[in-house]
């Protein structure tokens, strides 16, 4: 059986016939395949409709059942560049025209001939169960200046079992969206009247990023962290010294001129730190140092590649920088890791992806015998942990080797949070030191790291993950009291001072609608409990309790109901 990269590459192939088949004046760009299937890019007539895909789906069917062949052959580059100019494929010459290949290869299955360096499944017939998926814009080449094309995405598996599955997941991540959720839910916008890419937190959003933000604050605190605080916005000068300017001046917004000064806003909390612990002069009994900071920095992003909250424009890290000495690091790194562990798994998430990222082959900064021993510390660090991990050749920036953990959610998606960073750059363009015990200057290593990486990403992921489903201690609202009638709103709204005193987020429902009106609209908001109220509840001092999950759960007293509930938050469910 072939391989599944090279099923989807011939699958992307086979819909491209079927396209030509359907649209003969079509003009075709690339069709790789991608991690989830394939897609092709083509220059046609008019915008592709449901209907299309349906056509072009039928059509694929029956170029599989004629079982044909992909045949290779190789032309010169003249040849090659003659054969598509004379078909009329402009976007193909281009590509030929970049090649430094002098022979390039062709394929050809039926009709339908390509430029490709393949390879390919023996014929049609073998790319097994497919479908195609939707259509979007895509400007050649990525370029905005450029024509914008038509991109067909499409999956293939070997079997209908699995297709039929990954349909499901794709079904299933679709209702978990968090940009449909998070309006469903009123958690947070977007309004393009203050831009793209940046967020507005509705109060229910503010509520859970609160509670997210007050158990990092404490966790943090018991990890032996400091936390700090620094401006949005910094001069032109500190942004020269740190590098962020050489290296990193796409991503960073236009200067603007303060009393003749260029000021930039951050892109990222560093140099500030650095800064910070310049003010003194620091011993060696001083090191290790852990300053952690929820940060909100601002990146430019391109607006195509914008997504919800999980591509913005400004947003807050979970950032933290650890000054420490060179005997210190591992163990440093092995309480990072553990921080992080200890994160993830409150917030629901057990299964990991551990990558340890060494140095790139060309551009770094450093001695070759400090990125192998900051390799060798991440490495024990994370096997100390009890974590297996692969290695990620050359993977590392520029300034030093990294540790990724990537989460998977409740759909078995990867999501990539936590990074543990060396850096060799900073600390010797700031000129950081300490005295050491023999009275002299040391260089102090710099460890940056991110456990929730942003909190706008962890918080999207947070929504999938869940379904907007939060546990009861994440949850915007933890309980709605919902009174039978108008004279029971008062009880309703007494019920619910008393759950708040105690720390609980409780709201009331005190609109003129039906009883089983407002416990609908609760499930749909999915708020872990409710409480109805009314006469023979206001007379013994108790509600009646409606689960999310688990249904009716009859009447309870409100202290039990309370107990109950702080029970369940203290355990984190």
Known sequence: MPDLETMRHSAAHVMAEAVQHLFPDAK???????????????????????????????????????????????????????????????????????????????????????????????????????????????????????????????????????????????????????????????????????????????PKGGRVRVAIEDFWRKSHYEAGYEIVFSPHVGRGNLWETSGHLQNYADIMYPSMDVEGERYFVKPMNCPFHIEMYKTQIRSYRDLPLRWAELGTVYRFERSGVLHGLLRVRGFTQDDAHIFCRPDQVEQE????????????????????????????????????????????????????????????????????????????????????????????????????????????????????????????????????????AFPIWLAPVQAMVIPIADRHLEYAREAARRFKAAGLRVDVDGRRENVNFKIREAQLQKIPYMLVVGDRELESGMAAVRSRSKGDLGPSRLEEIQAMMLEQIANRE
């Open 28 to 202: 075709f760009g690339i069709g790789p395949a991608i991690e989830n299937g394939f897609y092709y890019d083509i220059d046609l007539p008019r915008p592709l409709t449901p209907e299309d895909l349906e056509k072009i789906e039928a059509e694929m069917r029956k170029i599989v059942q004629e079982n044909q062949g992909f045949q290779r052959s190789v032309m010169s580059r003249q040849e090659a560049r003659d054969f598509f100019e004379k078909r009329n494929q402009p976007y193909k010459v281009v590509i030929i025209d970049e090649l430094e290949d002098e022979s390039p290869s062709i394929y050809q299955q039926g009709d339908f001939i390509d430029l490709c360096r393949g390879p390919h499944v023996a014929s049609s017939a073998e790319i097994g169960a497919f479908k195609l998926l939707s259509v979007a814009g895509a400007y050649w080449r990525g370029d905005e200046h450029k024509p914008m094309l038509q991109r067909i995405y499409g999956t293939t598996f070997p079997t209908q079992q699995e297709l039929d599955d990954f349909l499901w997941r794709q079904e299933e991540a679709n209702k978990r969206d968090h940009r449909r959720l998070g309006q469903e839910l009123d958690l947070f916008s977007i309004s393009e009247d203050i831009g793209p890419g940046l967020i507005l937190w509705h």
């Open 333 to 468: 790194v092995v309480a990072a890791l553990d921080l992080t562990m200890y994160l993830l798994r409150s917030f629901g998430f057990q299964d990991f992806d551990v990558y340890v990222s060494t140095r790139p082959e060309d551009k770094y900064v450093g001695d070759l015998a400090d990125w192998e021993k900051a390799t060798d510390a991440l490495k024990q660090a994370v096997t100390k942990m009890g974590l297996s991990y692969q290695i990620d050749e050359g993977g590392g920036a520029f300034y030093g080797p990294k540790i990724d953990i990537k989460i998977k959610d409740a759909l078995g998606r990867s999501w990539q949070c936590t990074t543990v960073q060396f850096d060799f750059n900073e600390p010797e363009r700031f000129q950081l030191a300490f005295i050491g015990e023999d009275g002299k200057e040391h260089r102090p290593i710099m460890v940056h790291r991110a456990l929730l990486g942003s909190l706008e990403r962890f918080f999207a992921i947070l929504v999938e993950h869940y379904a907007g």
